[in-house]
């Protein structure tokens, strides 16, 4: 039997800058699923602090974190530029730190960024990158609407080994 956790899920704060780094580094290395490695981020607590305060105060870009008290243990992002043209299209990314999968933690994130970007008016396409050995991942997507659009022979190189990689995209 699994046990009950307490998972609180709400948009990133600038004082979340410390915990959210940790989670990057320690997700970063967990999988070869993620395009961030051991190189880490390279920002700076204050420079992460910028950067969620600007997330936080744009009309079309979002980050939502999945805590448990203090510690981010996943997160959610909709990424997308200010160029009149392309200002409705989103990137989706989203990571759970791997101790906790399995307990609908990333179904929740997906929910609630899917949520926002449906309120915000602005995002009415959002499109993410999965590499095709992802199934966990797929599988979420999947359910969620995203359908294939191409495949990215040679998206990604890991460990030495090139990988193809899915273009996903779903219209709200
Ligand atoms: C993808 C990820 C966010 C999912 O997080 P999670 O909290 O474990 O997800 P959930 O528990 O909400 O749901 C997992 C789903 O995958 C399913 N699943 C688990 N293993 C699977 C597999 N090998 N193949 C297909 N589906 C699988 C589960 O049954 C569940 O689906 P269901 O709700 O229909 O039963 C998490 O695995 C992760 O962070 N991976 C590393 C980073 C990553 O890959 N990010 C996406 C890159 S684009």
Same mark, same amino acid.
């Given at each position: 039997m699994r046990e009950e956790i307490e998972i609180g899920i709400r948009e990133a704060i600038p004082t979340d800058a410390e915990a959210l780094l940790d989670c990057l580094e320690r997700t970063a290395v967990q999988t070869g699923f993620m395009t961030m490695g051991e190189e880490g981020s390279g920002l700076t607590v204050e420079e992460e602090s910028q950067h969620i305060a600007? $997330?936080?105060?744009?009309?079309?870009? *979002?980050? $939502?974190? !999945?805590l448990i008290e203090d510690k981010i243990i996943g997160m959610a992002t909709i990424h997308a530029s200010n160029k009149p043209k392309i200002q409705h299209i989103g990137e989706l990314g989203i990571v759970v730190d791997k101790e906790y999968w399995g307990f =609908? $933690?990333?179904t929740e994130l997906l929910q609630e960024v899917l949520d926002w970007a449906e309120a915000s008016e602005m995002i009415n396409r959002i499109e993410l990158k999965v590499q095709k050995r992802n199934e966990r991942a797929i599988h979420l997507y999947?359910?969620?609407?995203?359908?294939?659009?191409? $495949? #990215?022979?040679?998206?990604? =190189?890991d460990n030495g080994e090139y990988l193809p990689? *899915? #273009? #996903? !995209? =779903?219209?709200?």
């Open positions: 600007n $997330i936080y105060d744009s009309p079309n870009n *979002c980050l $939502i974190v !999945a =609908k $933690i990333g999947e359910k969620y609407g995203f359908e294939l659009e191409g $495949i #990215m022979e040679r998206g990604v =190189k990689v *899915c #273009m #996903m !995209a =779903k219209l709200i």
